[in-house]
């Protein structure tokens, strides 16, 4: 699956570099396309990634052993609990700051998205997909899921993030495809990534990919979510 994840790591670079010309999420009413891409966001959430963390909650609790994290429950929960907060958190610190038009304030959220992707990356190369149609899966829906993404930090920052920001994010998947790839990580340290990224995940998820002041349209919500999901039952 070397060459695959390869070609998918470059996919998702391209996404980045070039979202700007693909859609306007913030348009309204919302694309109909858009409400198909938060369907097919949710569905693997809930599909893929909360069922995934119970796996990681096991390898976790097999390396934490009898220290003094053990008698916590649900190690891996509290993990994605912090990345939500924490990208939450970075979320409404460039809200707040929005108009100020301080250069910090794009870097702090560059770099935490910058962050985000090489999570994506690493996964993607780190992971052990069943098959490489779970693969696939795994890139239609984060590769959706970054158009989205882009956009939400394209509204805040606009031409600087045209200039620099998006080939930090692409370059970041890209790098955190090749430290999967080639740097041994053992399966704590992948689990605590994966964690961390599954809170971000589900924060933009529900913040970009559900905007009821944009109009979505259910109908076509439901047909991604129910589409994205039977394929996640078949394959």
Known sequence: MFELSFWFALG????????????????????????????????????????????????????????????????????????????????????????????????????????????????????????NGTMFLYFVALGIHFVTVDQGLRQHHQQLYDRQGRIFLALAVLIGWAVGTFAEVNELGLSIVVAFLAGGVILNVMKEELPAERESSFGAFLVGLLSYALLLLVI
Not at 45 to 59: G, I, K, M
């Open 12 to 131: 998702f670079a391209v996404i980045h570099f070039f979202s700007g010309k693909l859609i306007h999420v913030r348009e309204v009413p919302r694309s109909r396309f858009l409400s198909v891409a938060g369907g097919i966001a949710v569905a693997y959430v809930f599909l893929h990634l909360l069922p995934e963390l119970n796996e990681y909650q096991r390898e976790l609790e097999g390396e934490i052993g009898n220290n003094v994290f053990a008698s916590l429950e649900n190690h891996i929960l509290i993990i994605s609990m912090l990345g939500l907060a924490v990208f939450y958190g970075l979320e409404r610190f460039a809200t707040a700051n929005k108009r100020k038009q301080k250069p910090y304030v794009f870097w702090i959220h560059i770099g935490s998205f910058t962050l985000y992707t090489f999570s994506i990356g690493y996964v993607l190369a780190e992971s052990e997909f069943q098959s």
